[in-house]
């Protein structure tokens, strides 16, 4: 049974940093496309960034770009989320989402991705950023 499971979230400070990590279970996530999407209370989800699996490009949203880090740990069968520098605007609840074999990443732009291009979702790690 394929699943995502998130970790790392927290509570965090202003110009702090957190982790966030996407475990595949039952399958060996290297191979797929991973979005990273957040949902913040009252507003509509948006994508935070995106590995492809065609050649490994990333994609980041503009409210996350210069302070977000996607990559892969293969040897652990995850990707992660390394963000720094946060603000009380990152707080969310944020989603790892599961892509496609060899495909590339959909990115329209701002904060948007192509969301239909992912199938299975991770049930989600909160992040606030509080003092």
């Known amino acids: 049974q394929v699943q995502l499971v998130e970790s790392g979230g927290g509570t965090v400070q202003p110009g702090g940093s957190l982790t966030l990590s996407c475990a595949g279970s039952?399958?060996?996530?290297?191979?797929?496309?991973i979005g990273w999407f957040r949902r913040a209370p009252g507003k509509e989800r948006e994508g935070v960034s995106c590995?492809?699996?065609?050649?490994?490009?990333?994609y980041y949203g503009d409210s996350v770009q210069g302070r977000v880090t996607i990559a892969r740990d293969v040897a652990k069968n995850t990707v992660i989320l390394q963000m720094n520098s946060l603000k009380p605007e990152a707080t969310a609840v944020y989603y790892c989402?599961?892509?496609?074999?060899?495909?590339?990443?959909?990115?329209?732009?701002?904060?948007?991705?192509?969301?239909?291009?992912?199938?299975?979702w991770g049930q989600g790690t909160q992040v606030t950023v509080s003092s």
């Open positions: 989402a599961l892509g496609g074999l060899r495909t590339q990443c959909v990115y329209y732009g701002g904060d948007y991705f192509e969301e239909a291009d992912f199938g299975s």
């Open positions: 039952g399958f060996t996530l290297e191979s797929y496309t």
């Open positions: 590995l492809a699996s065609s050649d490994g490009s990333t």
